[in-house]
């Protein structure tokens, strides 16, 4: 399929029968095709007639940065998946596009975003808190939203975004003067948001499926089966709903480590989800003081190349919360 930069294909299928309304959005960030394989081989198969939307709304957004997309690039003029809102006065490409994503999320029950990742490693669920009423990110459907995670297929799910990068956003504040924030992108509770916690703004819930390396003929594979997996859960096809995961690695952000000179290095070449042991070596900063492992954990996001004053990598460890007797 062609994709134009200047507007977005939107495809929608409606049933005649009351039903959940479901978005799948591919490709936020240019350079991750995965989603958007899987959207198109969905496509083919409700176009066929193969497959139905026997209840509720199915909306397919198979490139959502199509900038980005042209490019073969993360980003088309900066991150969409950051500080996503609505704006009067749009100034980018990212701008204009949340002009219109954002209120079609906003009329959708929940939200799945399929994106990849340049390391290898295996695919995951990024999942929003549990319910609760707070500023930060309230939530009102964690169950649901945990139910669903637990049968896209990937077994290793991931909460804590968000928090975690809010309290690396008041560590970032206390060690950089007003002067040098100019250049930080990441000083900002609003640039933690994208479209899932957009989604969660609205009442809706949302996850973000990680399918894999970027290059991985497989990540495609993965995308396809999640989408089909959630219409089935969901009901808005004709299917048996699939079983849920058991064998569950279910982990928590709980730092973030920033870069704070282009001296900075790690220890040696890490990728996400590398297990550590409380204290072993990461990081060395340009000073020679060692950045340790606070705990026994993982390795999450590492940048080798990241800018000084922004996120070098996130620490995680297993979560205590239970999500595994999520019936929902």
């Known amino acids: 399929m062609t994709y134009a930069p200047a507007q977005l294909r939107i495809h929608q299928f409606a049933a005649l029968l009351p039903g959940p309304r479901l978005i799948v959005t591919g490709a936020v960030h240019g350079s991750e095709r995965c989603g958007t394989r899987g959207i198109e081989r969905v496509l083919s198969e ?21 900038l980005a997309y ?31 994503l954002c209120p079609l999320l906003a009329r959708h029950d929940v939200l799945l975003d399929l994106h990849s990742f340049s390391s290898l490693g295996e695919a995951f669920s990024l999942i929003g808190p549990a319910n609760n009423s707070g500023a930060l990110e309230p939530v009102a459907h964690a169950a649901h939203e945990q139910a669903l995670a637990l049968r896209l297929g990937p077994r290793r799910i991931v909460e804590g ?3 975690t990068y809010a309290a690396g956003v008041q560590l970032r504040l206390a060690r950089t003067q007003p002067s040098e924030r100019a250049t930080l992108l990441n000083t900002a509770l609003s640039h933690g948001v994208g479209t899932t916690e957009y989604m969660r703004k609205t009442g809706g819930y949302a996850i973000t499926l990680e ?20 219409l089935a859960h969901l009901g808005l096809v004709d299917a048996a709903p699939p079983p849920a995961c058991t064998d569950v690695e279910f982990l928590r952000l709980s730092e973030v480590f920033d870069r704070h000179h282009s001296d900075d290095r790690f220890s040696q070449a890490w990728a996400s989800y590398d297990v550590v042991a409380a204290g072993a070596p990461i990081a060395v900063r340009h000073d020679g003081t060692s950045v340790l492992a606070p705990r ?3 390795i999450v996001f590492p940048d080798a190349n990241a800018q000084p004053g922004n996120e070098w990598f996130y620490f995680a460890h297993r979560s205590s919360r239970d999500i595994v007797g999520t019936t929902a």
Not at 46 to 66: F, K, M, W, Y
Not at 70 to 88: C, D, F, I, T, V
Not at 212 to 223: M, N
């Open 161 to 163: 975004w968000l928090s």
């Open 296 to 298: 026994d954990g993982y």
């Open 46 to 66: 409700l176009d066929s007639g193969e497959l139905t939307i026997a209840r509720g709304q199915l909306t397919l957004v198979p490139v959502t940065n199509p």
């Open 211 to 230: 399918c894999g390396q970027h290059d991985d003929p497989q990540a495609s594979r993965v995308a396809y089966r999640a989408i089909r997996n959630a």
């Open 70 to 100: 042209s490019k073969g690039e993360r980003n088309g003029e900066r991150n969409l998946n950051r500080n996503l809102q609505p704006r009067a006065q749009p100034q980018d490409n990212e701008d204009r596009i949340a002009n219109v």
